[in-house]
């Protein structure tokens, strides 16, 4: 198979957003009205799919799915963008994951309750049985978050890529974005290079930026691009994706 015709497989969650667009954040035991409210096929790895899709990547979802009305509206939504999710295996018996999705239309900040209950991850038989000469890039979410890195007590993407790197194999090149403060990332040869943040003229929103940019450094690298210009790209077009509510502006912003 040519090269660039070989798609990149995104492994991981795939959940039902609900998205409540709000002037303010609600104030605890209080009834307020949301400006907007709609679903979502959402979830990390779903997400990645999505904005490879509009950037022009052929996308691939390896993961489980329940069954029921939920799973009708995500199969659909895949299917929208043009996304292969023959790897995917339902499980008519589970809960649909669900994040309950607080944007705050002022700040642009999100909140998100997430619920999992008994959906089951890939397992290694199942990914024994993939077909691996149909991509050239598997994406397993080993990008460093901002939250992660919070846990483990670091203060910035730097101190956190610098304490984090001996858990990963010799040769690994490992990434950290940190909102508007830009992105970092650490190679074998213990530099860091580094990106600035591209924030839009209005902060509209940011849920699923660090999907958006992780996809933009991804398609760059899996493209051969070098690790400044991916750096760069991701958070491009992660600053571009909080211009605007959901994804479907990426491709024609990405343009511009």
Known sequence: MEEQEKKILCVGLVCLDIINVVDKYPEEDTDSRCLSQRWQRGGNASNSCTV??????????????????????????FQKFHIDVSLMSEHAQCVPPTSVVIANITTGSRTILHMNRNLPEVTAEDFSKVDLCQFKWIHFEVFVSKDVARHFGFLSAEAALRG??????????????????GADALGPDGSVVHSDAFPPETLVDTLG??????????????NGGGLQDALTFGCRVAGRKCGFHGYDGIAENSAN
Request: glycine share 16%; with cysteine.
């Open 52 to 77: 490879l899709s509009l950037l022009g990547a052929p996308s691939a979802f390896m993961g489980a799915l329940c069954g029921g009305p939920v799973a009708d509206f995500i199969l659909e939504d």
């Open 209 to 222: 930026a660090g999907d958006t940019f992780n996809s933009g450094v991804i398609l760059t690298l899996s």
């Open 164 to 181: 984090l790197y001996g858990r990963v194999r010799q040769g690994a090149v490992l990434i950290c974005a940190w909102g508007e403060k």
